[in-house]
């Protein structure tokens, strides 16, 4: 009898995986994301100590700067990432529930595959569940405006709870919601925040409490001229988008002098005309100069003899702030520079830090539509995590007053979501009932999370939210502080519903997605073979975090 050859259809060095295994492997390496952001959710999370190959240290409780700053190199561990940085970008926050509902979704999916479900029956029961999420949390949500202002303060604090900003988050609250109300602006009946409007600004030195809000900017540049003065009331700004400088040629130009006067008459010509530019923006009336480009030695000189306080090679970034905050034209030629492209402010000086480093500040300007918070802390990572937790408040207030809609926090949304999806499933007939069940207690991992941060049981604290929940008390979440059951509409621990409604929609997304794989073919020769190492458990999970 002739032996049939094999047939080998992949490279040697590639390995794959199909069926139950990959799905095994895909699901435990997502559920072992989750497990390790798991422990920084709600106000009792504790922190993560990140040290990359560089020995930088990062100290946060930030899912997303977590998840990145891991370096993790599984295939459906990367997807669940994304879903981190999709969050992130979509609201500023909520990133560590997105991936812990991710996680959840999956691992009640892998109890659904042992008793031989199919994960296309699975994955259909979810996408049902997920749409009858998304009506539940909009026919949950209560609305808000831009001027319940102490509401927008208990989102920011809500934000900010347990991110390293505990002793302070009242008085940062009020500067959030403050430079919200600055830039926030109205078409119609839509409201429109760019949040690229608020500059946030970092400076070590002094404490947290000494962080402040300014109508303005600050620059991370200082004067060009140490004879110019340091501070100026009531200027009139310039903004430059060219070289205060003698342009060079493009081509390859020569200029051959047989006589030393005439070198002298060149270097005269050079200084007349660097004189003429200063002479062009005196004329204007400015006497503040932001310049995007170079300004060349002598011009400094003439500038700083004319009393004019000028800087150089400012970010664009920074330029299109100072135009929105003092209402000056960015001007790209010298000779088009007129007092009506000048803007305004109520105070521009040179402030030197403690490292003597000058920042500029740009204060006190009227109708500012770009402002500054300047964040203060005693070291470097206290400074950065203030920073993280202020852009998940800034993240947070843009996201409840884009669509108006806000829910409870505490665990109280997911209570009774879980509730409201349960009643669903018993609606449904044949077998995707069962996974809109599992959809419905992976909801409560949430509060389940919440309760085992804070040292609670949580099994008592669930049953107790779940009893309340059924005498109609839709807002009943965790006191973490003291253990007991609280009206967290009462106690202002408040939400968004965005980050709620995109949480849910995008952790089950890639739930569905990492269930319908059921083989992972691994190309050899590096192509990403570090992923997955042949027991089939993820590795690469590193980044200082074990």
């Known amino acids: 009898m002739n032996q049939i050859q094999p047939i080998f259809i992949l490279p040697e060095d590639s390995r794959r995986t199909s069926g139950k295994d990959a799905q095994r492997m895909n699901i435990t390496a997502a559920k072992l994301v989750a497990e390790t952001v798991r422990t920084t959710l709600g106000p009792k999370g504790m922190d993560k100590m990140l040290v990359d190959s560089m020995g930088n240290v990062t100290v946060t409780n930030d899912g997303v700067t977590i998840l990145q700053e891991m370096n993790i190199e599984h295939p459906s561990a990367k997807m669940i990432v994304e879903i981190a940085k999709t969050q992130e970008d979509e609201i500023g926050d909520g ?5 812990v509902l991710a996680g959840e979704l999956l691992k009640r999916a892998e109890n659904l595959l042992d008793q031989e479900i199919h994960p296309t029956v699975i994955a259909k029961g979810y996408r049902l569940a997920a749409e009858k999420a998304q009506v539940i949390l909009n026919s949950m949500a209560e609305n808000i405006t831009s001027k319940d202002s102490k509401m927008l303060e208990n989102i920011a604090i809500t934000a900010m709870t347990g991110k390293g900003t505990e002793h302070s988050k009242e ?4 500067i959030t919601v403050a430079a919200i109300n600055k830039i926030i602006e109205k078409e119609g009946n839509k409201t429109i925040i760019d949040k690229s409007n608020i500059k946030i600004e970092k400076k070590v030195g002094g404490s947290v409490e000494d962080t402040e809000l300014i109508e303005g900017v600050v620059i991370d540049k200082e004067r060009v001229h140490s004879g110019m003065p340091k501070n100026v009331k009531n200027p009139k700004i310039a903004l430059i988008d060219s070289a205060v400088e003698i342009k060079s040629t493009e081509t390859d130009a020569k200029i051959s002098i047989s006589d030393p006067d005439k070198m002298q008459a060149f270097l005269d010509m050079e200084e007349r005309m660097l004189r003429r530019m200063v002479e062009k923006i005196a004329a204007s009336g400015a006497n ?16 700083a003899k004319k009393g004019i306080f000028a ?3 400012v970010k664009k970034s920074d330029m299109d702030l100072l135009a ?3 209402g ?14 000048l803007g305004k402010a109520g105070m521009i000086e040179e402030i030197k ?6 920042l500029t500040y740009v204060k006190e300007c009227d109708n500012a539509k770009a402002v500054t918070i300047l964040i203060k802390g005693g070291t470097e990572h206290v400074v950065d995590e203030v920073k993280r937790a202020m852009e998940d408040a800034i993240g947070d207030i843009s996201a409840a007053l884009k669509n108006n809609k806000v829910v409870g926090g505490a ?3 997911e209570i009774e979501l879980a509730r409201e999806i349960r009643k669903y499933a018993n609606s449904l007939s044949g077998r995707e009932q069962l996974a809109v069940q599992a959809f419905a207690d992976s909801m409560e991992i949430i509060p389940r999370t919440l309760a085992e941060n804070a040292g609670l049981d949580p099994i008592d604290v669930l049953t107790e939210l779940k009893a309340k929940h059924d005498q109609n008390m839709k807002w009943a979440g965790i006191n973490v502080f003291t253990g007991k059951v609280m009206d967290a509409w009462k106690e202002g621990v408040i939400e968004p519903l965005k980050i709620k409604t995109q949480a849910v929609s995008s952790a089950a997304e890639v739930a569905v997605m990492i269930l319908r794989i059921d083989d992972v073919i691994l190309s050899g020769s590096g192509g990403g073979g570090g992923g997955m190492p042949k027991g089939g458990m993820p590795h690469g999970m590193g980044g200082g975090e074990y």
Do not use: Y
């Not at 100069?289 to 500038?303: E, P």
């Not at 830090?353 to 000058?358: F, K, L, M």
């Open 95 to 99: 990133t560590t529930t997105a991936v």
């Open 171 to 174: 008085f940062l609250a009020k």
């Open 288 to 303: 503040v100069v932001f310049c995007q480009k170079g300004i060349d030695d002598m011009a400094q000189h003439f500038l």
């Open 311 to 313: 800087t150089r090679r």
């Open 324 to 326: 929105k905050a003092t």
């Open 328 to 341: 000056a034209t960015v001007v790209s030629n010298l000779d088009d520079l007129s007092p009506s492209d």
């Open 353 to 358: 830090t403690g490292n003597d480093e000058g």
């Open 411 to 413: 665990g109280a949304t």
